[in-house]
């Protein structure tokens, strides 16, 4: 395409009714609504320098292609918009590839509270910018950032992360409610939500990611553990529990995305009639450092 400031990035729904390569049709338009403003909001930033407060007349314009043959994958451009012409160096269309991507694994990430893989991308987009004048000037001396001294280099590499952070921070709380639509499938239709599948900026919104996008509290997404637990309640329906860790905590409020769980004499289920431990694997999610809920994706008794 003439217009194309950057290669298309895939976008995958995946599991429930995705894996019958169908999708509920309400919950899809919702989604890609939302990527769309996501997406539009971060490239308008990214190649005008221009917090999208409120975008009237975007200078790019955001196009989604055909689903992939055989799944829920979807291609989305990044066009200059038109009836505008604006010139744009050539780097920075370049590094777009490898930077919007992770632009937006950040400010996804850090909506989800998942710190670690927001710090990561950071540094990714910091490191980039680092060697590139007009990405510095995207990111860094919109922050405000002074120029130091080379022997302040160290100090100022911090400074910079955290300006950098104040960025994304503000691109998430200007696309708070393009994140709640984007994940509108993720559990009622669709067990997940990948952005640029395949790449290495490549991202899982899966349920307890999407759950805490969603929230209207600050939730924590964890990286997944294994415990041994008591199950005391299973609800088939909802694919709810309650679990006892057994470490003199209250009990904990378990969501299983396990598909088994619907099955007869499942793991849950017999752990509940025979009053016996099992070990669990998923993801803890935090509300101001306490247990919110556990979300289960897999269980096996305990040997």
């Known amino acids: 395409m003439e217009r194309e400031l950057a290669r298309p990035i895939l976008v995958e729904f995946d599991g ?5 390569h169908m999708i509920d049709a309400q919950q899809l338009g919702r989604s890609l609504a939302g990527i769309g403003r996501l997406y539009r909001s971060v490239n308008h930033f990214y190649f005008t320098g221009k917090m999208p407060t409120k975008i009237r007349k975007s ?6 292609g055909p689903p992939q043959e055989g799944s829920i994958s979807y291609a989305l451009w990044v066009l200059i918009a038109h009836g505008t012409l604006p010139m744009y160096p050539q780097l920075l269309a370049e590094f777009s590839d490898i930077c919007t991507p992770e632009v937006v694994k950040a400010v996804i990430a850090k909506r989800a509270g998942q710190t670690k893989i927001a710090e990561k991308a950071i540094d990714k987009i910091a490191e980039i910018a680092e060697h590139n004048a007009e990405l510095s000037k995207r990111f860094i001396e919109y922050a405000q950032l002074v120029e130091a001294g080379h022997q302040e280099r160290a100090r100022a590499d911090q400074q910079d992360k955290a300006k950098l952070l104040g960025v994304i921070e503000r691109l998430g709380q200007l696309n708070a409610s393009a994140m709640t639509e984007m994940v509108a499938p993720v559990g009622p239709s669709v067990r997940q939500l ?22 209207r509290g600050v939730l924590e ?25 057994g470490d003199g905590t209250p009990p904990i409020t378990g969501k299983i995305t396990d598909p088994v769980v619907t099955e007869p004499q499942n793991v849950y289920t017999r752990a509940l009639d025979n009053a016996t431990p099992i070990v669990v694997t998923g993801k803890p999610v935090l509300k101001d450092g306490d247990w919110h809920a556990f979300y289960i994706s897999g269980a096996r008794a305990l040997e």
């Open 16 to 20: 429930l009714d995705a894996a019958q």
């Open 59 to 64: 200078e790019v314009q955001i196009l989604v």
């Open 194 to 215: 990948v952005h640029s599948k395949g790449d290495t900026a490549e991202y899982v919104i899966d349920e307890p990611v999407a759950d805490a996008i969603r929230s």
């Open 221 to 245: 997404v964890q990286e997944a553990i294994s415990m041994t637990v008591r199950i005391e309640a299973v609800d088939k329906i909802r694919r709810t529990c309650k679990i006892i860790s």
